[in-house]
């Protein structure tokens, strides 16, 4: 069956690094999209970075932007964020998400994994 697991959360300082991992199984990985998501206490969900149907081509929310890049390794079947310059407000449950190229109803959700900000 489909599989998205996420590791990596934790706690961490104002300043620092964390790099999460989302462990992927039980479908094509290639013909996904691979986004970060992310929700705070009393917050909506939000997207956080995210690939596009367009090749090479990455979206972010201004937020995050150049302190955040996501990876992907195919053979692996993995995704990654790399989250730099931490803040206290990127406090939130990340989730990955399984976007595919086809189909808008076509997706599937990690669990999530906490990521503290603090000091």
């Known amino acids: 069956q489909v599989q998205l697991v996420e590791s990596g959360g934790g706690l961490v300082q104002p300043g620092g690094s964390l790099r999460l991992s989302c462990a992927t199984s039980?479908?094509?990985?290639?013909?996904?999209?691979m986004k970060w998501y992310r929700q705070a206490p009393g917050n909506e969900r939000e997207l956080v970075v995210g690939e596009t149907a367009r090749e090479g081509v990455t979206t972010y929310a201004d937020s995050v932007k150049g302190r955040f890049t996501i990876s992907r390794d195919n053979v692996k079947k993995m995704v990654y964020l790399q989250m730099n310059s931490l803040k206290p407000e990127d406090t939130a449950v990340y989730y990955c998400k399984a976007q595919s190229r086809i189909l808008d109803h076509d997706f599937f959700w990690g669990q999530g994994t906490q990521v503290t900000v603090s000091s």
């Open positions: 039980g479908f094509t990985f290639n013909l996904y999209l």
